[in-house]
T-cell receptor, first 108, second 116 residues
């Protein structure tokens, strides 16, 4: 198993700004997923990007994957207060192991 | 994506009792199921991996006699917390993975266990 590591661990921005979070991993992957978790709640799947993809969009979310650098980024555009949550990346190598997450706070 | 359900969504029990949590894959066959635990403000930590019909593989530091996992069918796995204590209070999340070539894994909504 391997762990994704998110960066930064905490991020505070104003509503309307963009938020960028990064994730790094150590070995080869088949896919990488980003999840959101509101405080005390379950995981919400945001987006999955496969190893042969470089960029993927879903609404205000944009995910990039650079397999040569073993890193991924999640961009949330035009952030809203409702985007306040913890964001995790998870990679696979037989099983998923989550990184510590980025706690995003969007201030109104 | 596929759907995984957990039951119950929350449970409160007395110290010393056992609690069973169910994890079901609703629209796919989960050949592998995973159980995670999450303490407040921390990330999810993998507890164990189970393949249908086989004994679960536990991560280091997880007591297999305390956290009993059964994966008797391709759509159901159960986690039983035996003789629960307050330190077992946590958020327990399961996930299921089918046999797709991309290893896609789908997570349940989690079960919040509070041991008094």
């Amino acid at each position: 198993s391997q762990q994704g590591e998110e960066d930064p661990q905490a991020l505070s921005i104003q509503e309307g700004e963009n938020a960028t979070m990064n994730c790094s991993y150590k070995t080869s992957i088949n896919n990488l997923q980003w999840y959101r978790q509101n405080s005390g709640r379950g995981l919400v799947h945001l987006i999955l990007i496969r190893s042969n993809e470089r960029e993927k969009h879903s609404g205000r979310l944009r995910v990039t994957l650079d397999t040569s650098k073993k890193s991924s980024s999640l961009l949330i555009t035009a952030s809203r207060a409702a985007d306040t949550a913890s964001y995790f990346c998870a990679t696979d190598e037989g099983d998923f192991v989550f990184g510590p997450g980025t706690r995003l706070s969007v201030l109104p | 994506g596929a759907v995984v359900s957990q039951h119950p969504s929350w449970v409160i029990c007395k110290s010393g009792t056992s609690v069973k949590i169910e994890c079901r894959s609703l629209d796919f066959q989960a050949t592998t199921m995973f159980w995670y635990r999450q303490f407040p403000k921390q990330s999810l930590m993998l507890m164990a991996t189970s393949n249908e019909g086989s004994k679960a593989t536990y991560e280091q530091g997880v007591e297999k006699d305390k956290f009993l996992i059964n994966h008797a069918s391709l759509t159901l796995s159960t986690l039983t917390v035996t003789s629960a204590h307050p330190e077992d209070s946590s958020f327990y999340i399961c996930s299921g993975r089918g046999q797709g070539i991309y290893n896609e894994q789908f997570f349940g909504p989690g079960t919040r266990l509070t041991v008094l």
